[in-house]
């Protein structure tokens, strides 16, 4: 049931956006122009304003900023003495455009190209296609459609549409056809296009002879504004390249960097690797963050990314939480031409002496999750924030937080090597706070308690959590319970193994696991996270997946549902009964894997203790 403050919330937000329809009608003598696709919107919008600007006064949307407030703000801040609107919209799931378009109510309609962006919303490109093809339909039958010929979709949204259409790309029957585009580092994109049987070239300061899409977009916007083609051309000499779309960046030392990362999309990827190839460059180096969009098991697709990618530079570093399943597509243990870092922080630290004059430096990232803008940053004048998870949209550069120190606690001690006799670790995964005790969430907190316990031992305090010592079977073993939530457990971990000196390879995780029945235990070597928020916080902050762990079944019989619906309810007394047996299990796997593992012997494979 809908709480009245929220029905007030929504009440205000329709108000607004009834205003923002009526505020439209009122400026119809304004052209306006709509902007979608899965890429170039960003580069093809600004490079439409710049074109109309220099025939008229022109409204824009604000950086890319896609979505439906932004839509509404700008049309609001159209005027009467405005000539032209020039507006991005994002199709980001089923539905999301009809607002925005709605408020818009477009004169001209551009679509780039459909890609697989927000595919798992989305499930196929087809579906895509239908949410973009909303755009051309809302033309008046005045309207005129901007369309990229080269895409079989956008095509046969065109031959569908009945609205005067300008056609860009390479295929025949374009109005704008493209013949050549030439972009060799450090040349800048020069493309050659036909109009109406006469060549025409276009000089640009934009890198990347895949950014002759969103030039031949904004010249079918002038076209389709009926302005002189010779004037808009030279409007776009003028343009240089958008921040964090193939911009270029070159420092005091000699390193040139090409930022690239406000999103990456699995599928971008072949586009500015195509420009390193073809640069000239004594040195090519890629940095690479979060690549998104891409299906499948995480460790294989990083590691057929990364190969990738190497095909393209002679270097190639990963940033990020996935950073050491790239590693795994190293040839040999000498291969130095890849290199991972699950902190920024080390990342800058390596870049910082590593990177030498007249190396071509890459920046590929998703920007909201990697925020790659400050290995560059850092260079000139070191920062204070090296945040690894941060949600802010904005660049670093804009953000007032980037000199105030931030507590990086996951990666504030580096693991060396262990000095000693090996002692290995037994970290059970939970959550501090007592209303968890008692449920499925925390069995992993709950089988340590019972091996304490039945020790004879207690938990002390410390900076990480709750540690205890006890005898496994005859061997000494280091209990933790991390003292922090679920799902930043790993933030306690490597710090509880660099502070003791223990190794990694003889530390053992304890979890529940909702794709295990209730009672069933099972030994994992290494491997994915299966999406346990828990076990990918450790896995992030040690920087492998080579991480034992004993999995505890939590899902009950015959429940469909998804896990957050169940891990956080309570015990019955039956459920009670089958976890002490469970714990039994769980005491003796890992037992046996200790006694093992410091024999010489190891598991190495996934097996199962049935009741």
Not at 19 to 47: N, Q
Request: charged share 25%; aromatic share 6%.
């Amino acid at each position: 049931m809908i709480s009245m403050k929220n029905l007030f919330k929504q009440v205000k937000l329709k108000i607004k956006y009834l205003r923002a329809i009526l505020h439209r009608r009122r400026i119809d003598h304004v052209t306006f122009i709509g902007i979608t696709g899965s890429a170039g919107k960003t580069t093809t919008k600004d490079l439409t304003a710049t074109i109309l600007a220099n025939f008229g006064s022109c409204q824009k949307t604000h950086l890319s900023y896609n979505t439906l407030p932004s839509i509404v703000r700008t049309v609001r801040h159209t005027h009467k003495l405005h000539r032209y609107c020039v507006t991005e919209l994002a199709a980001y799931g089923p539905g999301t455009l009809d607002m925005s378009i709605r408020v818009l109510k477009p004169d001209i309609a551009v679509i780039t190209m459909i890609g697989r962006d927000h595919y798992s919303v989305f499930k196929n490109r087809e579906a895509i296609a239908a949410e973009k093809k909303k755009l051309v339909l809302a033309l008046s039958p005045q309207g005129t459609a901007v369309l990229n010929i080269d895409d079989s979709l956008v095509r046969s949204i065109g031959e569908g549409c009945n609205r005067r259409i300008i056609w860009f790309g390479e295929g025949a029957g374009a109005t704008l056809r493209l013949r050549e585009a030439r972009s060799r580092w450090p040349d800048p994109l020069t493309l050659f296009f036909e109009y109406q049987n006469k060549t025409c070239e276009v000089r640009t300061q934009l890198h990347g002879t895949y950014m002759a899409l969103p030039v031949l977009a904004s010249l079918g916007v002038a076209l389709a504004a009926d302005l002189p083609l010779e004037k808009a051309i030279l409007a776009i000499a003028q343009v240089q390249p958008l921040e964090g779309r193939m911009q270029e960046v070159t420092g005091d030392d000699g390193v040139v960097f090409i930022r690239d990362d406000w999103k990456a999309p699995h599928w971008s990827l072949n586009a500015p690797l195509a420009f390193l190839r073809e640069a000239r460059a004594d040195r090519k180096v890629v940095v690479v963050g979060t690549i998104s969009d891409a299906s499948g098991d995480d460790t294989e697709k990083y590691k057929k990314f990364c190969r990738q990618i190497r095909k393209s530079a002679d270097l190639v570093v990963f940033v990020g939480p996935h950073a050491f399943r790239a590693l795994r597509a190293r040839q040999n243990e000498s291969d130095t031409a890849i290199q991972g870092f699950s902190s920024i922080r080390y990342a800058a630290t390596y870049l910082q002496a590593e990177l030498r004059e007249g190396d071509l430096v890459l920046l590929k990232g998703s920007h909201k999750a990697d925020h790659l803008v400050r290995l560059i940053i850092n260079r000139t004048r070191p920062i204070q924030c090296w945040k690894d998870q941060c949600d802010v949209e904005i660049f670093c550069d804009m953000c007032p937080k980037l000199y105030k120190p931030s507590p990086n606690i996951s990666f504030a001690t580096p693991l060396g090597p262990q000095t000693g006799p090996a002692v290995p670790v037994v970290v059970g995964l939970g959550n501090p706070d007592a209303r968890f005790h008692h449920t499925l969430h925390n069995v992993g907190y709950r089988v340590l308690d019972a091996l304490v316990q039945a020790a004879g031992s207690v938990w002390q305090v410390e900076s990480e959590g709750w540690v205890s010592s006890i005898d496994l079977g005859g061997v000494a073993v280091r209990l933790l319970k991390p003292g922090v939530k679920m799902n930043i457990n790993g933030t306690m971990v490597r710090p509880f193994l660099a502070r003791t000196g223990s190794d990694p390879r003889h530390c053992i995780i304890v979890h529940g696991d909702a794709d295990l029945s209730l009672g069933d235990v099972r030994f994992k070597p290494d491997g994915g996270d299966a999406g346990h928020m828990g076990v990918r916080s450790v896995i992030s902050s040690l920087g492998t997946d080579s991480i034992q762990r004993v999995r505890l079944g939590v899902r009950r019989t015959g429940d469909g549902s998804k896990p957050e619906r169940f891990v956080l309810t309570k015990f019955s007394a039956i459920e009670e009964a089958a976890f002490v047996q469970m714990i039994e299990k769980a005491a003796a796997m890992v037992r046996e894997h200790i006694q093992s593992q410091l024999g010489g012997e190891s598991i190495g494979e996934e097996r199962k203790l049935f009741n």
